[in-house]
């Protein structure tokens, strides 16, 4: 190897930069060159290719986004667009592809190496901590912050007015968010998409959470969620006249989530991962995902990665029952 090429792609979480910025120091300090691809595999399509040195990744460790900019390319999904993509690749002779993304951007790493031989080795980069592989994602926890941050802030509201609270957060699959910020928020309930919940079950224990005098009720609401979201939820509450006292409101967190300056744990768990993908490709591995499992770094082959279903901690939603 004697070039590789680095890209971030599908949805921006913060910490990718701190990777990013890894990947690339990491490359340098072993003499490999680096391109950066930008726009992920819409870029590569396009030969939007750009050298990076250590200066082009100075005070970014602290940023969210991406510099080199995130995309979705529909183009790759098909065997053209990869075949194009391949030939600019071929044209900037980058010949290994660190991908930084979600469990999209790992499918379309794997299925480009199967179709092309391409040595890749991916990162996971995802507020929604649903890659196999790693016990966190880059970016979960500093969204997990930002949402218990910001539940915080609607408890004070709501505590205020003897208010019933919906809260979305976001996770369209997965709970993982949902999950612990309840926890960490205090909410009195959870509801994710792994679970089913009737409509009938969440209106009796409101009914009973809001008769027993509480100050306030938190309902966290992952975006996938069967019932609709916070809005499905709160459209069959207000249909239902034994709402009709309840004051009753429901936000959408939405993507202030996605940014902001990521934790200290996500700059660490950006950087660990961004080494070990360098050092995995020079020491021969590919079509690996780089993760960190009990605190050590673990190589997953990207097949795992995108085709298992990285369970929730089913103990932490009794826990919510328990604490509520
Ligand atoms: P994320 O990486 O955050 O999960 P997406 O699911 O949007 O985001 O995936 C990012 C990109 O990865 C897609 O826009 C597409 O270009 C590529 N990708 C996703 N799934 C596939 C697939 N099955 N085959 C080829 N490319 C894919």
Redesign the pocket.
Known sequence: IERIGVYT???DAPGMNACLRAVVRTALANDLDVMGIRR???GMIEGDFVEMDRRSVSNIVQTGGTVLKS???????NPEG?ARAMRMLKEYKVDALVAI????????AN??HDEHDIPVVGCP??IDNDLYGTDTTIGYDTALNTAIENIDRVRDTADAHNRLFLIEVMGRDAGFIALNCGIGGGAEMVLIPETITEMEVVKERLLSLMSAQRRSTIVIVAEGDELGGARGIEKALLDDSDFNDIDLRSTILGHIQRGGSPTASDRVLASRLGVGAVESLLDGHSEVMVGLVNSEVKLTPLRNVWGRKKSIDYDLLKLTQILS
């Open positions: 792609s599908g949805g992920g595999y819409e995309a979705r390319s529909p183009a790759f999904m990869r993304g979600g469990d999209g951007t790992m499918r379309g299925i480009l980069g995802t």
